[in-house]
């Protein structure tokens, strides 16, 4: 499967932006999807994920802000991020893998494909 990530940009702090993730290949829906994010100088760090069945994870600094979706039948994973923070500010990515339940979902090391980043940037 190939990954596109879109969406990102530059938007003020407590704004919202949608990304997107097209995908290409067969039985999107029996992919784990994720989503990660890597700032400037530090390791990729896990943001959001939804299973197969459609539950979700997220990291506990986005919880309640960020939203992860998926429409099967668009083969589209998304991540709606409202209330952005500075700290928000990274190159995001998203990822699929097959098989992965649970915790798996939040480690990055479990996805087989990955898309190009896209730059969010939230000012202060």
């Known amino acids: 499967v190939q990954l596109q990530a879109s969406g990102g940009g530059l938007v003020q702090s407590g704004g919202s932006l949608r990304l997107s993730c097209p995908a290409s290949g067969r039985s999107f829906s029996s992919y784990s999807l994720g989503w990660f994010r890597q700032a400037p100088g530090k390791d990729r760090e896990f943001v959001a994920a939804i299973g197969s069945s459609v539950n979700t994870y997220y990291e506990d600094s986005v919880k309640g802000r960020f939203i992860v979706s998926r429409d099967d039948a668009k083969n589209t994973a998304s991540l709606q991020m409202n209330n952005l923070k500075p700290d928000d500010t990274a190159v995001y990515y998203c990822?699929?893998?097959?098989?992965?339940?649970?915790?798996?979902?939040?480690?990055?090391?479990?996805?087989?494909?990955w898309g190009q980043g896209t730059q969010v940037t939230v000012s202060s």
């Open positions: 990822a699929a893998a097959r098989g992965l339940l649970g915790i798996s979902l939040t480690n990055s090391l479990t996805y087989a494909y």
